[in-house]
């Protein structure tokens, strides 16, 4: 699909990315017909479990598999190489209702095997362009997906706390991206998690110069889905910061 859209969360870490991008999927997933995509690009898997997904298999386990094989000299030759990662790489999608999700799994360990890295990149390209929408939950840095996942994303969405930290951090990523080195990207905007009061959010548009898609409010519902491991996606569908998600979504056009 040539119009395939890549939404990317990027924070300080424990702002709310991953709830971020799980009430997204939730929404995403509900919302239309298109073909969802969920990266899960944390080492930790949280994304996975905010989903109520329990991951099989990481792109990381492949990558190992096949070092090790390359290790032992028993490498497959290049094309039933990449045949191979194809194939482990679609066997490793867990598909659920409305949305498939892919974990990327540990970060590489010493060594450098570049060509199995840039093959499985090229393969996370090829496979997130089957799909209409891609949301990717990264760790802090933008870097890192650059690095481990994608290397141009649609919207860079930087999520913050309201704690100057937060903030902080988010201002220097924007910061760091626009350069487009670190990650091209077409669209970036910020969104608030944990919000009190309106005024919070006035003072802090005093403090940065990125746009802001939406703020969520502080909400025990998250907070007691997360307490019993429950996935967000059993979120009711009353709930106020579900609304706020599908007006972030359609700032960022990716729902109607
Ligand atoms: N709006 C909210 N209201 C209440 N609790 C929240 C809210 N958003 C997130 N939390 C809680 O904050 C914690 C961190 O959230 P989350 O895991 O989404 O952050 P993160 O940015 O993905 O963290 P990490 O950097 O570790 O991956 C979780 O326990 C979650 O339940
Ligand atoms: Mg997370």
């Known amino acids: 699909m040539a119009d395939t859209k890549i939404v990317a969360m990027c924070g300080k870490g424990g702002v709310g990315k991953t709830s971020i991008s799980a ?5 995403l997933s509900e919302s239309n017909s298109n073909k969802i995509l969920a990266i899960d690009a944390d080492p930790a898997v949280g994304l996975a479990t905010s989903l109520g997904i329990q991951v099989r298999k990481t792109v990381d386990d492949i990558r190992k598999d096949l070092i090790v094989k390359i290790r032992k000299g028993d490498s497959p030759g290049n094309r039933d190489t990449l ?6 790489v679609f066997d490793a999608l867990e598909e659920h209702d409305g949305f498939a999700l892919l974990a990327i799994g540990r970060p590489e360990d010493e060594g450098c095997f570049c060509r199995v890295n840039s093959l499985l990149k090229e393969i996370i390209g090829d496979l997130a362009h089957r799909f209409d929408i891609v949301v990717i939950d990264g760790e802090a840095g933008i870097e890192q997906i650059n690095r481990r996942v994608m290397k141009t994303v649609d919207h ?3 999520v913050s706390d309201t704690s100057a930290k937060g903030l902080g951090v988010a201002n ?3 910061l760091v991206a626009s350069d487009k080195k670190a990650v091209d990207f077409k669209s970036m905007g910020l969104v608030l998690n944990r919000v009190r009061s309106e005024a919070e959010v006035r003072d802090i548009r005093g403090r940065t110069d990125l746009e ?10 998250i907070r007691d889905l997360d307490f019993r491991g429950e996935s967000l996606t059993a979120m009711p569908e009353s709930s106020p910061n579900l609304g706020i998600i599908s007006d972030i979504l359609k700032k960022m056009n990716l729902v109607a």
């Open 23 to 27: 009430l997204m999927i939730k929404k």
């Open 172 to 174: 220097t990523i924007a």
């Open 212 to 221: 802001i898609y939406g703020w969520l409010t502080d909400d025990d519902t």
């Open 83 to 88: 045949k191979l990662l194809d194939y482990e």
């Open 156 to 158: 860079l969405v930087l």
